[in-house]
């Protein structure tokens, strides 16, 4: 064992283990403007939640930090959630997309 410590969720702040499926997350989506911009690494559940819950235009508007995505009341029980789960937890169904009313 190399003794190397996993990085660390953006989101929910849990480790991400070699063997887990990590993402980058363009804090401004790229399609609008942030191709190029700072991203965070992020566990793929963690990841694939916040594209359930936010549109483009929503993540680049208002949701463009990690503290902003934390405060929206929607991922806020997603990290309660999933801080409950073993770093390696993997979801085998994807969060449903919100409603657009």
Same mark, same amino acid.
């Given at each position: 064992?190399?003794?190397?410590? #996993?990085?660390?969720?953006?989101?929910?702040?849990? #480790?991400?283990?070699?063997?887990? $499926?990590?993402?980058?997350?363009?804090?401004? #989506?790229?399609?609008?403007?942030?191709?190029?911009? $700072? &991203?965070?690494?992020?566990?793929?559940?963690? *990841?694939?939640?916040?594209? @359930?819950?936010? &549109?483009?235009? /929503?993540?680049?508007?208002? %949701?463009?930090?990690?503290? @902003?995505?934390?405060? *929206? $009341?929607?991922?806020?029980?997603?990290? @309660?959630?999933?801080?409950?789960?073993?770093? /390696? %937890?993997?979801?085998?169904?994807?969060?449903?997309?919100?409603?657009?009313?």
């Amino acid at each position: 064992m190399s003794g190397d410590t #996993p990085p660390i969720c953006a989101l929910c702040g849990r #480790p991400i283990p070699p063997d887990v $499926p990590r993402s980058q997350h363009h804090l401004i #989506p790229r399609l609008r403007g942030g191709k190029g911009g $700072p &991203t965070v690494l992020l566990h793929d559940i963690c *990841h694939r939640e916040i594209h @359930a819950s936010l &549109t483009e235009t /929503e993540l680049a508007r208002d %949701f463009s930090t990690v503290d @902003a995505l934390r405060s *929206h $009341p929607r991922l806020a029980r997603f990290i @309660a959630w999933v801080r409950k789960r073993p770093p /390696e %937890f993997r979801s085998r169904v994807p969060g449903k997309r919100r409603s657009r009313s």
